[in-house]
């Protein structure tokens, strides 16, 4: 009996020493945060009721903060615009919510200290799917005056789905490739321009 409860607070102690340790692990790891600045490429269709319009924007710009909570999942921001070269202005702008999930690899690079000494973890290629809502403000041109063309009006919410991956180029640059649609859209307001894109995006991350 006695080297039963032996054993048993044997087992309990060693069972609270790994607990504590891996508890101990986990508070210091610490994953980087990442900014990116891509180049969009998109096919842009625009509906508001009947009317529909379309072009082809290459060359427009966007700008993200990823924030990762584990080394596989992360939320982020980004600021996006829209060229229409064919009439020389801006068409889109605005900002998007995301978050991110990495079914290959991990998203970023992780920092681990031990008692021994710092361990980072880097994967060198990660891939990812990718869950947008986005508001887009539509800027039409003064050029654009043919009679699909679509008036000046607000823009709308949209959702859209992409799947991407991850290549490690150095210890602090990533080299990102996106590739997504719209799901759907959101409008209150029917005179709303609703925003349908399918897009290619590329460019270079940095982890902090």
Partial sequence: MRFAKIKLATLLSLSLTVSFNLKAQAESESKSPKLDLRMTNSMVSLVQGTKTASF????????????YFTSRFAAGVDYHIDFDFANHNIIFSGF??????????????????????????????????????????YHPSAKNSTPESIPASSGSLSMAGAIGADLRLNRKIDLNLEVGSTLSNFASDPTAVQYKVMYFDIGLAYLF
Avoid: C, H, I, P
Avoid at 56 to 62: A, C, F, I, P, R
């Fill in 96 to 137: 998007d919510v995301f978050g991110r999930w990495y079914w290959w690899g991990q998203g970023t690079k992780t920092r681990t200290e031990e008692s021994w000494g710092v361990v980072e973890n880097r994967s060198t290629v990660s891939w990812y799917l990718s869950l947008d809502l986005s508001q887009r403000a």
């Fill in 56 to 67: 082809l924007s290459v060359g427009g710009l966007e700008a993200q903060f990823l924030y």
